[in-house]
């Protein structure tokens, strides 16, 4: 099944820097959407991206798709001590309705 | 607001047991996913339902069989446990009409499930 893929896979930061996590995918999608999951827990919609857009914002959230490199970035600004959780991108694709999830990226973010 | 309820939230079993998981979605959400994630590992899509019929199926067992009820509720059946079932299960819900195929999804806060 399509997954989406993450690099890198753990990030550790200092409270008040930006977390940069990225995704790559193999075939054409519908959309792109990422996910928080604290540990253990169940995961959380964070932000969706259509094929047809570039870029999207969300609070601190920004993200970032490339089609012609089917790829995507997740930018945390100014991360804080909440935001240690692991992040996964899913593709939606065209044809079928589920969400295929790539593998996380932990992040950690240090107060 | 509501959520997506799961019960059990831990279930401790046997190899070669049998064991049910459940999923209440979000009221007039009208399709569920069950997803299983292993430890350490992304979700794996096993299989969802759309207005109670199966709409799609991933890399669910045959040895796994899940249905959606008449109030919307879906259980997942698992037999013949396997050392290997042990994961996290999650359910999750979609309002399809609302989000357009968007596929935007609640999950419910999972299932631990055991097998020793």
């Known amino acids: 099944s399509q997954q989406g893929e993450e690099d890198p896979q753990a990030l550790s930061i200092q409270e008040g820097e930006n977390a940069t996590m990225n995704c790559s995918y193999k075939?054409?999608?519908?959309?792109l959407q990422w996910y928080r999951q604290n540990s253990g827990r169940g995961l959380v919609h964070l932000i969706l991206i259509r094929s047809n857009e570039r870029e999207k914002h969300s609070g601190r959230l920004r993200v970032t798709l490339d089609t012609s490199k089917k790829s995507s970035s997740l930018l945390i600004t100014a991360s804080r001590a909440a935001d240690t959780a692991s992040y996964f991108c899913a593709t939606a694709h065209y044809g079928n309705n589920r969400l295929a999830f790539g593998k996380g990226n932990q992040v950690v973010v240090i107060p | 607001a509501a959520g997506v309820i799961q019960s059990p939230r831990h279930l401790i079993k046997e190899k070669r047991e049998t064991a049910t998981l459940k999923c209440y979605p979000i009221?007039?959400?009208?399709?569920v996913y069950w997803y299983q994630q292993g430890p350490g590992q992304d979700p794996q899509f096993l299989i969802s339902f759309y207005e109670k019929m199966q709409s799609d199926k991933g890399s669910i067992p045959d040895r796994f069989s899940a249905q959606q009820f008449s109030d919307y509720h879906s259980e997942l059946n698992m037999s013949s446990l396997e050392l290997g079932d042990s994961a996290l299960y999650f359910c999750?819900?979609?309002?399809?009409?609302?989000?357009?195929?968007?596929?935007?999804?609640?999950f419910g806060a999972g299932s631990r499930l055991t097998v020793l």
């Open positions: 009221p007039r959400h009208d399709t």
């Open positions: 999750a819900s979609t309002d399809r009409g609302r989000f357009s195929g968007a596929n935007v999804l609640t």
């Open positions: 075939t054409s999608i519908n959309n």
